[in-house]
């Protein structure tokens, strides 16, 4: 394969790309599964102004290097190949689904202004599925709730969720790694910093023993037992270790590197906030978006490529422009949960920071306003996110890079959904 013509500041991609290109190829010959692509996804039209998407004609595979980079070269780019002869890569997409999504089962009232794609509703049968396995896994395996929080469990749909951001993953096994991994971070969350028992006090130490479910500790014969015997100590660590063996067992090493390092980045957020919240600190805004970056979603869209039953090469996962592709999706969809969990975070007790109250509090605004430049701020991510990673399918045309891209986006459009359209857990406030 040529090396793609690049700008200078690209420089490095096309090395990649050469000393790679061979491996990827035959690496995803090998480890493809069923491949169900994301769909195409016409972007809403939210109030707010947004750049014009124009038609696009179906795709090869793998597109023209010549491509402007632009959020209509992400819809193109994202899109997967169409066309005569090409339904057989689309195992898991009924014949009969219609070209726009359906409206959502459910009340779906998007946050206005927001700038997002719409998705259809995932698989019922598949979401019906996955979420009878991880409840029996939640209950008989980790023993992770007690009878009281059953409803909060089924509330989050979690099922649902996972089906949604993962429209490629070949199996319902492949969904379940996911699945844990979700219920396994949210338990974390909840029990050690928030809802259900969580303390600013101490989490530094609770964090470094729940990782080492994630990343395993190596010490002596006369105390390995005692550590071994921990991980069963409370329920986020018997879900961590639980969810890790079982993503062990499908993720290559590099994979499940890569997912260690981002948790530890999660954990890293979890600390400053908690750090925060004993000094009755409210940072300022940039401060609390660089926490963001770390306290965020991004080890979910990260491991798109283990879900979807393939593998991003590790050189290819860490060039910078993929780095700054998964960063920016990451930011995106947590910036959409501040905006959708705003009123539950402010009825609960003490201050909660969320963006927008961060914004009001540092640059003086009314509530109204500071949310509604919440939104603008998302918005500017999103669009960042969408140019970025044309420029990068455009820049390295790998199957893999094309494929993982794919996978981001569906993240992040599936994630705006399920917050969107779970209204057991959100509720907008009333600024319109």
Same mark, same amino acid.
């Given at each position: 394969m040529p090396d793609p013509d690049l700008s200078p500041e690209q420089s490095s991609l096309p090395e990649a790309a050469a000393r790679f290109g061979a491996y990827v190829l035959a690496e995803a010959a090998a480890r493809a599964r069923d491949i169900t692509l994301a769909t195409g996804r016409p972007p809403a039209a939210p109030p707010a102004p947004a750049p014009p998407v124009a038609a696009v004609p179906p795709e090869p595979a793998v597109p023209a290097v010549e491509v402007p980079a632009s959020a209509g070269c992400l819809k193109r780019v994202l899109r997967g190949p169409s066309g005569l002869g090409t339904a057989g890569l689309y195992p898991a997409r009924r014949a009969e689904a219609p070209e726009v999504p359906e409206p959502a089962p459910v009340e779906a009232i998007p946050v206005p202004g927001l700038y997002f794609h719409p998705v259809p509703e995932p698989d019922p049968v598949r979401v019906a599925e996955v979420s009878r396995r991880i409840k029996a896994w939640a209950v008989d395996e980790v023993d992770l709730y007690p009878d009281d929080w059953e409803e909060e469990f089924d509330g989050f749909s979690v099922g649902r969720y996972m089906a949604v951001c993962h429209p490629d993953a070949p199996s319902v096994d492949h969904l379940m790694l996911a699945t844990r991994l979700m219920v396994a971070e949210n338990a974390v969350d909840d029990c050690y910093c928030e809802d259900h028992g969580g303390s600013p006090i101490g989490l530094g130490g609770r964090l470094l023993l729940a990782h080492t479910a994630l990343d395993p500790l190596h010490t002596t014969a006369e105390y390995q037992p005692l550590w071994a015997e921990s991980l069963h100590a409370d329920a986020p660590r018997r879900?961590? =270790?639980?969810?890790?063996? *079982?993503?062990?067992?499908a993720a290559g090493p590099s994979q499940a590197d890569r997912f260690r390092h981002d948790m530890a980045r999660l954990h890293l957020g979890y600390l400053a906030e908690a750090a925060w919240a004993q000094t009755d600190h409210v940072?300022?805004?940039?401060? *609390?978006?660089?926490? =963001?970056?770390? +306290? +965020?979603? =991004?080890?979910?869209?990260?491991?798109?490529?283990?879900v979807g039953g393939y593998e991003l090469p590790a050189d290819l996962h860490a060039q910078p422009a993929m780095q700054r592709v998964i960063a920016l999706a990451g930011n995106a969809t947590t910036i959409v949960n501040d905006l959708y969990s705003y009123t539950k975070e402010l009825a609960g007790p003490g201050r909660h920071l969320n963006l927008p109250v961060v914004i009001a509090e540092r640059e003086k605004l009314s509530d109204r306003d500071a949310y509604l430049k919440a939104i603008e701020v998302h918005n500017d991510l999103m669009r960042d996110f969408e140019s970025e990673a044309a420029a990068l399918a455009t820049a390295c045309p790998l199957p893999s890079v094309q494929r993982f891209l794919r996978g981001v986006a569906a993240w992040v459009d599936g994630n705006h959904h399920w917050h969107q359209t779970n209204t057991y857990r959100y509720h907008l406030p009333n600024y319109w």
């Open positions: 879900a961590y =270790r639980s969810a890790m063996e *079982y993503f062990r067992e940072p300022e805004v940039w401060e *609390y978006l660089a926490m =963001r970056q770390f +306290n +965020n979603f =991004r080890p979910c869209p990260t491991i798109t490529d283990t």
